[in-house]
């Protein structure tokens, strides 16, 4: 899972028109002109790597708990309700953007009659989409420098130079925090999700135990 679902979520995130920046009527002229449908697919790909990168994490950590110090378990805990809440906004900020697509659309007749109201709660939900997603960098780097500290300390410090990589986690919290400092931009977005991949490649030949308590 932490191989595949980076692909998964690059795959649908490529696809995905960019809305970074785009407001008022510029927005609303865009998001009519989508495809609902075809949009709807594209963010069901995304969330579903989404969900396979952040569930191979929670599988991962629960299973580096096993040989861990009591210090190590806690970071492991709190970067595990750090990956939940990263989770959490993913969804809500895809639920919230398919919203204002399907009202921008006229997909509920409920406001038909009122063009002007259509256009302003369109804009509300992708507003507040927008904010949602402006706590990501805290949420998801938060949890992947708390996983990576727990994975290389205590009882699981690396014993073979394999196990490093437990620690990459921390490079891609740091690339996902610098979106604070205006930096790295979509290359740290990327960064942050595939600093695992290299993990569970190691993991699929035999370099690593899921424990992470010994090297093959």
């Given amino acids: 899972m932490l191989v595949l679902g980076p692909i998964v979520m690059m795959a649908g995130f490529v ?4 809305f970074e920046g785009v407001v008022g009527q510029e927005y609303l002229d865009e998001v009519k002109a989508l495809d609902l449908d075809m949009t709807f697919v594209k963010m069901f ?22 040989n861990s110090g009591k210090v190590q378990r806690d970071l492991l805990m709190m970067s595990r309700m750090g990956f939940m809440f990263a989770f959490t906004v993913f969804y809500l900020f895809f639920a919230l953007q398919i919203e204002s697509i399907a009202v921008a659309q006229g997909v509920n007749d409920a406001y038909a009659d009122d063009p002007a109201l259509v256009d302003e709660l369109a804009l509300d939900a992708h507003y507040m989409a927008e904010g949602i997603w402006g706590s990501m960098p805290i949420a998801w780097g938060t949890a992947l420098l708390l996983f990576g500290i727990a994975a290389v300390t205590g009882n699981n410090s690396p014993k073979e130079s394999m196990e490093w990589a437990y620690g990459l986690p921390i490079i891609g919290a740091l690339a996902m925090m610098s979106s604070f400092l205006g930096v790295g931009g979509f290359a740290a977005f990327l960064l942050a999700m595939f600093c695992a991949v290299p993990i569970g490649v190691l993991m699929l030949t035999g370099h690593l135990k899921d424990t992470g308590a010994e090297s093959d």
């Fill in 45 to 66: 790909i995304v969330a579903t790597g989404v969900l396979m990168l952040f569930g191979g994490f929670f599988l991962l950590s629960q299973d580096l708990m096993a």
């Fill in 15 to 18: 696809t995905l028109p960019d």
